[in-house]
């Protein structure tokens, strides 16, 4: 059974960067699968963020696309996210998603990200 | 900047149907959007439905169909239960030069 479990800082400091790492267990990240980051401001719709396959590459969000990578390390079978430049509208619930043949899932329980001093 | 739209919020009475949709700001949805289609319930994660417009995944209910309806993307749910309030998250695939996939503001469901 595939599980996906996202892991990071809870809080960071306006201006800074916020980074998250997904760790997937019944899966490889070099699977042909696309690993995706999507987040939910609480209280708020779902946002999709971008996508990373081992060797096909990564898409972005178009308005996201200058603040945001997504990355994989293959050692540890996991794919990260860093958001810079951060303000309190990145606030959110942050989930990782495996995605791949048109589909979404399964979905990490997801990580609350607060963006405060 | 892509708008995907979905209805706010509906109300619909145990047993009865109704059909949600997704609209893009693009043009008519078709096939080529890959439309899914998500559950969300209250603290927690979403959770899939439907994908690529009308494909079930192994757990969805048969109560839940996908389709495309005129120039939109469709979610009927029928002989709805109790446990289907929730909000429904339609999300589309665009191509281009940056593919990218779009979420909708997604819909309420009522079941009163």
């Known amino acids: 059974q595939v599980r996906v479990q996202e892991s990071g800082p809870g809080l960071v400091k306006p201006s800074g960067t916020l980074s998250l790492t997904c760790t997937v267990s019944?899966?490889?990240?070099?699977?042909?699968?696309?690993w995706t980051w999507v987040r939910q401001p609480p209280g708020k719709g779902l946002e999709w963020i971008g996508e990373?396959?081992?060797?096909?590459?990564?898409y972005y969000k178009p308005t996201l696309h200058s603040r945001v990578t997504i990355t994989v390390d293959k050692s540890k079978n996991q794919f990260s996210l860093k958001l810079n430049s951060v303000t309190a509208a990145d606030t959110a619930v942050y989930y990782c998603?495996?995605?791949?043949?048109?589909?979404?899932?399964?979905w990490g329980q997801g990580t609350l990200v607060t963006v405060s001093s | 900047q892509t708008v995907v739209t979905q209805e706010p919020s509906l109300t619909v009475s145990p047993g009865g149907t109704v059909t949600l949709t997704c609209a893009s700001s693009t043009g008519p949805v078709t096939s080529d959007y890959y439309t899914n289609w998500l559950q969300q319930k209250p603290g927690q994660a979403p959770r899939p439905l439907i994908y690529s417009t009308n494909n079930k995944y192994s757990w969805t209910p048969a109560r839940f169909s996908g389709s495309l309806l005129g120039v939109k993307a469709a979610l009927t749910l029928s002989a709805v239960q109790p446990e289907d309030e929730a909000e429904y998250f339609c999300l589309l695939y665009y191509t281009g030069a940056q593919p990218h996939w779009v979420f909708g503001g997604g819909t309420k469901l009522t079941v009163l």
């Open positions: 990373i396959h081992h060797w096909k590459g990564t």
């Open positions: 998603v495996r995605g791949g043949d048109w589909r979404f899932g399964p």
């Open positions: 019944g899966d490889s990240i070099s699977s042909d699968i696309w």
